[in-house]
């Protein structure tokens, strides 16, 4: 079973260890993820205010994992 990166949308058939920026296809495009979290591009629904220590996390975990 593969993956599309959140990113680009390309397959991402590899893991780590092999890969890994998984799920990302590669280090840039989890760096561009990362900067999109810091730099609010996301838009997170129904909400205005600062990120919840819960958004954090899940932020911390898709840059992680
Ligand atoms: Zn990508």
Do not use: H, K, Q
């Not at 990113?7 to 260890?17: N, S």
């Not at 760096?31 to 899940?58: C, H, K, N, Q």
Request: aromatic share 6%.
């Amino acid at each position: 079973m593969s993956t599309a990166c959140p990113i680009c949308r390309a397959e991402v058939t590899a893991r780590r260890p092999e890969n890994p920026a998984f799920p990302f296809c590669s280090a840039r495009c989890r760096g561009i993820d990362l900067s999109r979290w810091l730099g609010g591009d996301y838009a997170i629904p129904v909400r205005d205010e600062a990120p919840t220590d819960e958004d954090l996390a899940v932020a911390a975990r898709r840059s992680r994992s």
